[in-house]
Structure formats: structure tokens, C-alpha cells
């Protein structure tokens, strides 16, 4: 077999990528498990994506969404986690995914990467009736993992009824049907004591 250069660097991207599954998140898993990492939480959104595209606010292209949810976090193998109510790492993350965006991506030929690069922008932005709803799944999946664990991870970071409600507001964007139920969720919490008013 001839010396195939586009093949090395397709997998030396699948060899990098496998670092996510070190990048460890403040959520945690089911049933008091541990802390989950970005790969699983990429995996178990790109399901959750499939299954619940009917409460999509609008038709998506579902294996675009997946594979937009496969792909958001792997900036994090550099860039490293930032939790959704950390203010002084948010104000620097938009800065260090760019630069792990470029470094990462680039390692794939160039059409691969223009093509990974401009979906990885799509969900940033959060504008087409894909990422809208990627991004629902997103916010729905630590919600879900962080209520099965009886709001844990609310309370040991003292997280507050505003805080989580601004974040959801990209889930109302995607789905209005999840955004109903994470409201549920919320407001049960708040008076379970685990999300402050």
C-alpha cells in the first residue's frame, strides 16, 4: 500500500480525539457515580438528540445535530472544561476554544477540517434550527444526570434559580416541550432546597 498521507491524518485525529475521554466535567453521573468526562457526555447527548427530535421546535437534520454533538466539546482536550456558572473561566473561553478549535481540527485534511470547523461554528453561534436544538441537548443532559443525583452538584457549587434558568433559555430555543421540563425540574429542586431562589 502506497504512502497514504490523508489516511495518517484522519487517524491522527481519531488518536487525538481519544483525549476527551480525560477532560472530566463538574457533573456526575447516575446513581452518585463519578464525574462524568466529555466524551460520554457527547455520546449520551448525541442519543438523547436522536430520541427526542420530536420535541424539536423545529425539523432538524438529526444526523447533522449528532454529529454537532459529537464534536462541540473535543475543544475542551485543550481548552479544558469550563463550568456553565464559572464567570471568570467564561469570560476566557470563547478565547482558548478558538485557539484549541485551530490546533485540533487542523491536524485533519483541509476539507475535513473546513467541514468540522464550520459545524463547531454553527453550534457556537446557536442560530440554525440544528444548533438550537444540539444545544438543548446540552443543557438537558447534565440537568437529567444532576436531578437523578438529587441536585448534588447544585448545591455544592451553590448554584441559584437565575443562573440555571439563563442558561435554559437556549434549551426554550431548541424545544419548548424539553424547556416545559426542565422548568418542572427546577422548580422541584428549588423547593427540594437543592438550586437557591
Known amino acids: 500500500m502506497q504512502d497514504n498521507e490523508r489516511l495518517k491524518k484522519q487517524l491522527a485525529f481519531a488518536l487525538e480525539i481519544d483525549k476527551e475521554k480525560n477532560i472530566f466535567r463538574q457533573t456526575h453521573l447516575s446513581n452518585k457515580g463519578r464525574n462524568e468526562n466529555d466524551a460520554e457526555h457527547a455520546w449520551h447527548m448525541a442519543i438523547m438528540a436522536y430520541l427526542l427530535r420530536e420535541y424539536s421546535n423545529e425539523k432538524v437534520d438529526i444526523g447533522r445535530v449528532m454529529l454537532m454533538c459529537l464534536i462541540h466539546d473535543i ?40 467541514e468540522l470547523i464550520a459545524l463547531f461554528d454553527e453550534f457556537e453561534d446557536c442560530k440554525t434550527a440544528e444548533s438550537k436544538y444540539a444545544h438543548a441537548m446540552d443543557n438537558l443532559q447534565p440537568l437529567i444526570l444532576n436531578d437523578s443525583n438529587g441536585g448534588g452538584d447544585w448545591r455544592a457549587h451553590n448554584v441559584c434559580a437565575k443562573q440555571i434558568y439563563g442558561r435554559q433559555e437556549k434549551t426554550r430555543l431548541g424545544s419548548e416541550t424539553l424547556y416545559t421540563y426542565t422548568d418542572q425540574v427546577i422548580q422541584r429542586n428549588i423547593q427540594e432546597g437543592n438550586i437557591r431562589k
Open 75 to 114: 475543544v475542551e482536550i485543550d481548552a479544558g472544561d469550563t463550568y456553565a456558572y464559572d464567570e471568570e473561566g467564561l469570560a476566557t473561553q470563547k478565547e482558548r476554544e478558538d485557539a484549541a478549535k485551530e490546533r485540533i481540527f487542523s491536524l485533519l485534511p483541509d476539507d475535513q477540517k473546513e
